[in-house]
C-alpha cells in the first residue's frame, strides 16, 4: 500500500484515512469566485512545494501568501508562461525532487492545448510524481464553460476533489466532495467547511 501523505488539511486528511498515497495526481475544481485558493495555501504546509502559477505573476501569488492568515509553508512559486505553456509545464515539474508537492494554478490553460500533447504531459507528470513519491495538484476552475479538456483532467487524476458554494438566507455554505478516490474509499458524505480566513469545520446548523 502507498504511503499516505498529509494534505496540510486535518478535515481532509481525516476523510481519506490519513492523507492522500504518495504519488498522487489531484484534480481539485473549484469556483473562481469562491475562498478555494485558501485550500492551495494550506496544502504547501506539510511538504517542500513547487507552486506553478499559469495566469497570476510570481509576485502576484507572493504577495497572497503573504497576506493569508491561512497557515502555510513558504513554496518555491514560478510562473510558467510562453508560446508553449505545456513544454514550460513539462520541464518545471521535471526538477521537483523526492516528496515534493506540485500545485498547477490554474490548469485550464492547459486544457485548451491539443489532447495528444495534454495526455502525455499528465502521463509524464503522473510517472514523475511516482517515481518521487510526491504529490501533484491540478487546480481546476468550475463554473461556466469549462475547456475542452476538463473530462480529460478529470478521467487522468487518482483523486478529484470538488468545491461548491451557495448562498442560503444570505449565508454562503462551502461543502467539499471528494468524488473520485482511485484505490481508495471516496467519502459518503460531504464535508462542509468554513473558508472565511482559513479551511475549518463549518460547525453551524444547515438552514432549511
Not at 497576506?67 to 508562461?81: K, L, N, W
Not at 480529460?152 to 470538488?162: C, F, K, R, S
Request: aromatic share 4%.
Amino acid at each position: 500500500m502507498p504511503e499516505r501523505l498529509s494534505t496540510g488539511v486535518e478535515v481532509l486528511d481525516r476523510e481519506l484515512s490519513g492523507g492522500l498515497p504518495a504519488g498522487s495526481v489531484v484534480a481539485y475544481q473549484a469556483p473562481p469566485a469562491s475562498q478555494g485558493e485558501l485550500m492551495l495555501y494550506e496544502l504547501t504546509r506539510p511538504r517542500p512545494t513547487l507552486y506553478l502559477t499559469t495566469d497570476r505573476t510570481e509576485d502576484a501569488v507572493a504577495d497572497a501568501f503573504r497576506e493569508t492568515r491561512a497557515p502555510t509553508g513558504s513554496p518555491d512559486i514560478r510562473y510558467v508562461s510562453g508560446e508553449d505553456p505545456l513544454d514550460a509545464v513539462r520541464r518545471a515539474f521535471r526538477s521537483a525532487g523526492e516528496k515534493v508537492t506540485v500545485i498547477i494554478d490554474p490548469v485550464d490553460g492547459l486544457e485548451r492545448t491539443t489532447r495528444g500533447r495534454y495526455e502525455t504531459v499528465l502521463n509524464e507528470l503522473a510517472n514523475h510524481m511516482d517515481n518521487t513519491g510526491g504529490i501533484a495538484i491540478l487546480h481546476c476552475l468550475a463554473g461556466g464553460d469549462p475547456p475542452e479538456l476538463r473530462e480529460t483532467t478529470l478521467h487522468m487524476a487518482d483523486v478529484v476533489l470538488d468545491l461548491q458554494t451557495d448562498i442560503k438566507s444570505g449565508v454562503i455554505e462551502t461543502r467539499l466532495a471528494v468524488t473520485k478516490f482511485r484505490g481508495g474509499r471516496v467519502p459518503p458524505e460531504t464535508i462542509k467547511l468554513d473558508l472565511s480566513d482559513r479551511v475549518r469545520v463549518d460547525t453551524s446548523r444547515d438552514i432549511a
